[in-house]
Nanobody, 129 residues
Framework: QVQLVESGGDSVQAGESLRLSCAAS????????MAWFRQTPEKGREGVAC???????NYPDSVAGRFTISYDNIESALKLQMNNLAPDDSGMYYC???????????????????????WGQGTQVTVSS
């Protein structure tokens, strides 16, 4: 059974950095594509980064150049490095995973929540101006 547990959320000032971690168990990383999502009452759940099974990554323009998604094989954890944080980055952050089907390309990753079936419980990030 795949389990995801996020950590690293905190309250910070604008311009600071945070590194989120999502401890993963019960699966082989290279068989799954994964993503980070941010949820707020105003915008709902939006994908902020995804990583494919071949390591390809994708970001929306709002975070490109500031956020970096990666997988740490030693820790068996998905990471999200967030730099130069802004108040609009505040929200509950979730990691998600889905096993890649044999017909899905290894470079495929998604920032759409409907493409994921396994979720963590979330970690809160609050950025003050």
């Amino acid at each position: 059974q795949v389990q995801l547990v996020e950590s690293g959320g905190d309250s910070v000032q604008a311009g600071e950095s945070l590194r989120l971690s999502c401890a993963a168990s019960g699966f082989t990383y290279r068989d799954y594509y994964m993503a980070w999502f941010r949820q707020t009452p105003e915008k709902g759940r939006e994908g902020v980064a995804c990583i494919a099974t071949d390591g390809s990554t994708n970001y929306p323009d709002s975070v490109a150049g500031r956020f970096t998604i990666s997988y740490d094989n030693i820790e068996s954890a998905l990471k999200l490095q967030m730099n130069n944080l802004a108040p609009d980055d505040s929200g509950m952050y979730y990691c998600a995973a889905r096993r890649r089907s044999p017909t899905t390309s290894s470079w495929f990753c998604s920032r759409s929540s409907s493409n994921f079936d396994t979720w963590g419980q979330g970690t809160q990030v609050t950025v003050s101006s």
